[in-house]
């Protein structure tokens, strides 16, 4: 994790975004404030229309803002998503059907003028992180939808991003899978120091992942409510069916149920 006193890795001021269309303003984002360490792990737990994806996207200099100000690392959005300080995972994995497992991961390395700069670990290194060492010549359509965000999430890492968002990426797979894979996340998340901002719709992920949960309440998207995770970073199964975990996500849910 980062020193203190540094950068923060996300920093939001009074942020909002607008849409504009068919002679109507939708306000999906509002009076947004926020601050994310670098280092750190961050869900954002809100209903729908509250505004998580936009602001991740926001982020990720996918949405301008309409007002208010989004630093990332210390520069614009922009600056940070040229310079390949960010990665998203999405709730679709999208892997070139036609490319390897192996293929898709290195595929960042290889495309455009400004191809992400090689990471410490390797393609290679990246699979058998995500355990997927013996699938790295299987085609997508060879893979469970686990074994496909698996592979997303490597492609992710491969440039070395400072910044990972990811929106949804367990929300298709089945409850036991995705409890594995949220394990797996919190192990690579550890190895490789990067910031996470993790968007989920499930009260559990967002406990069970996140140093903070950040609360979003919607019409218009806002924080509602910041809950810090007083449960070990080195979480395992055995976390959920503890008695701070019950009470964590009961807690959790009666703030939603404000939002």
């Known amino acids: 994790m980062a020193a203190p006193g540094s950068v923060p ?18 306000t999906a984002l509002q009076d947004i404030d926020l601050q994310v ?22 982020v990720a200099d996918l949405v301008a803002p309409s007002e208010g100000t989004i630093e990332v690392l210390g520069m614009s959005p922009h600056e940070a998503r040229v310079r ?16 390897s497992v192996l293929q898709n991961v290195e595929l960042p390395l290889k495309v455009g003028g400004g191809a992400s700069r090689p990471g410490p670990r390797s393609p290679h290194e990246l699979l058998a992180t995500v355990g997927l060492q013996d699938r790295i010549h299987a085609l997508p359509h060879q893979l469970s939808g686990g074994q496909r965000q698996r592979v997303a999430l490597a492609r992710a890492l491969v440039g070395a991003p400072r910044i990972l968002l990811m929106d949804e990426p367990y929300a298709a797979v089945d409850e036991m899978t995705r409890e594995r894979l949220q394990e797996e996340l919190l192990r690579v998340w550890q190895q490789t120091g990067v910031t996470v901002l993790f968007v989920t719709h499930s009260i559990q992920e967002a406990a069970f992942l996140g140093q903070r949960v950040l609360l979003l309440a919607a019409n218009p998207g806002r924080v509602r409510d910041e809950v810090r995770v007083d449960l ?16 964590l996500t009961a807690h959790l849910r009666r703030v939603l149920a404000t939002c």
């Open 37 to 58: 360490a670098q280092g750190e792990f961050v869900t954002l737990l809100g209903p729908s229309g509250s505004g998580k994806s936009t602001l991740l996207r926001a």
């Open 232 to 247: 070990p970073a080195d979480r395992t199964a055995g976390e959920r069916d503890s008695l701070d975990f019950i009470r």
């Open 9 to 26: 890795a996300i920093l939001a001021r009074r942020a909002g975004v607008r849409f504009e269309g068919q002679g109507r303003t939708i």
């Open 84 to 99: 390949r300080e960010i990665a998203f995972v999405f709730q679709d994995p999208a892997l070139l059907p036609w490319h």
